[in-house]
């Protein structure tokens, strides 16, 4: 089936994108600067689209500024979450938001497009899994029946934090105030286990002062 699917994808013209991200560098800049939790959330999916939104829509309006892209999505649990990526991108990049035409999630069971994207997503996990297992700079070249199929494959490393959250701060709308604004950021996991640990730490110390009086 895999293969089926390939050979149709192969005979048609399309340019794929793709991103990975490096969880463990994400989690590690997230917890360590407060300015990330006001800028992403603590789960990497809506940073991770906004990046893809905005690689599309660039390349989209250098080789055909006349056109727009309706987006398509799979309809699950993040629908939400990409669908407040895709409206931040418009705002944040208004010079690109007359390439983004819609945004709309579909049953991928039933929609050939996405289940297309999701092999151009497996493929784009081999290149990324590939690239970390190596321990390289850079990614290992596709197989070479993919090459005039696939425009980027990004990775979201610690340093592309960083960078975007420097670029961010210098931008006079930020101060302004005039960025999509995110509410506070919540307690994160490792806050939450540490309250946990305290209180379970205040019961076992409350027990045995009860068992003492008892004695």
């Known amino acids: 089936m ?23 560098d994400y989690q590690e800049v997230w917890n360590a600067f407060p300015v990330a939790r006001t800028l992403y959330r603590e ?52 010079s690109l938001a007359s390439s983004m035409a819609t945004l709309d999630p579909l049953d991928d069971k039933i929609t050939p497009p996405l ?11 081999d290149v990324f899994l590939e690239w970390l297992a190596q321990g390289k700079a850079e990614y290992a070249p596709l197989e070479l029946k993919w090459h005039n199929h696939f425009e980027v494959i990004g990775k979201w490393d610690k340093e592309h934090m960083l ?28 806050d939450l286990k540490r309250k946990e640990k305290q209180r379970r730490k205040a019961l076992i110390k409350s027990a045995g002062l009860k068992n003492e009086k008892r004695d």
Request: aromatic share 8%.
């Open 43 to 94: 789960d990497p999916v809506e940073a991770a689209f906004s990046q893809m939104f905005f690689e599309i829509a660039r390349a989209t309006q250098k080789a055909a500024p006349d056109h727009q892209v309706a987006f398509i999505i799979d309809d699950s649990t993040y629908s939400g979450k990409i669908a407040d990526a895709f409206k931040a991108v418009k705002i944040i990049h208004p």
């Open 115 to 125: 289940q297309m994207a999701d092999l151009i997503a497996s493929i784009v996990k």
């Open 2 to 24: 895999r293969a089926d699917l390939e050979l149709i994808l192969l005979s048609s013209h399309w340019i794929g994108f793709g991103l990975g991200v490096l969880i463990r």
């Open 163 to 190: 960078t975007n959250i420097a670029e961010t701060l210098i931008d006079p709308r930020y101060e302004a105030r005039q960025f999509p604004q995110r509410p506070p950021p919540g307690p994160t996991k490792r």
